[in-house]
């Protein structure tokens, strides 16, 4: 019994588009928010049709491809505007592994990014922006550089050449493995998570209860918003508390990741914990397709910059 009927819904593109440098580019301990920035710049030029005016004031900004990614505004006549002004953004971007952070001329680099419904519609003007995106320029000096490889997972989760008359494959619940777990689940968080409770970001060892409600609740909203989805409150407020479930061991820890916003012209602190949990008790199985799914979606707050990536690892 899946814990939300919505999940076999969800549907999603992972690509991994590789760069090479054409100077020696400097970049951020996290790189994802550099990332971040140079595509967006690049994609708000490819798809822009009234460069010069905010977005929250265009009267384009629920149809712009941009403006669907990087905004997700929720449109005034829906019934839970008032409440959420914003959806959660329909896209993931995961440095590659590694912690280097410059890159000499001929060196090569590059990220995953996760396209989440009908997010996957905007794939062509996202591919034309990842050949644009070395023109913007990147890191300290904006330096060049350029694409030299563009994958797509496939549902073997091996990265394959797209085919150049096709698209990448479509993933969901039904094409991935779900671990079968007896009574204790090991999850290795290795991008920050940040979850929030009371408005206050959450230091402590997540309860098994509360991390699985809050990834309940962002898979139920992408759901509803990008994969036609029924609005998820009502099966939210009825799942399961599993407070038989307790944490058996963690050695989560706190650390803090900061980034330059040219946008807001200040520093933001991307603080979370990172690190091993385990949760044991029974019936965690349940749990298991949503706790999988989230393996490929993140979980908890700031998600497009790679933030709450996490592997399971029994």
Sequence with gaps: MLPLTSLPSVTFIRLRVTFEALETIVLPVYK???????????????????????????????????????????????????????????????????????????????????????????????IRAFYRMGETGI???????????????????????????????TLSIGNINVPVVNNSVTLNLENPLRLKENGKLLLAPPEFGFFVGRLAQRIGLLAHFYCGEPWPEQELSALPKMTEVKISSSNLQEVDWQRYSGTQDTTMNFDGLTGQITWEGEGLNQWMPLITLGCFLHAGSTTTFGMGKYSIMN
């Design 32 to 126: 994802g928010s550099a990332f971040r920035g140079c595509l967006g710049v690049t994609f708000r030029n490819e798809a822009c049709s009234h460069r010069g005016t905010p977005c929250e004031k265009c009267n384009e900004r629920f149809d712009c491809p941009f403006s669907l990614l990087y905004n997700s505004f929720i449109l005034p006549q829906h019934p839970n505007h008032g409440k959420y002004s914003k959806s959660p953004h329909p896209y993931i971007i995961n440095p590659m592994s590694g912690n280097t952070t410059e890159f000499q001329t001929g060196e090569t680099f590059g990220f995953d990014i996760t396209l989440i419904g009908k997010a996957s519609e905007q794939l062509p003007m996202i």
């Design 139 to 169: 890191g300290q000096g904006r330096k060049p550089f350029k694409p030299v490889g563009l994958l797509a997972l496939n549902k073997d989760m091996i990265y394959e050449q797209i085919p150049y008359f096709g698209k990448p494959a």
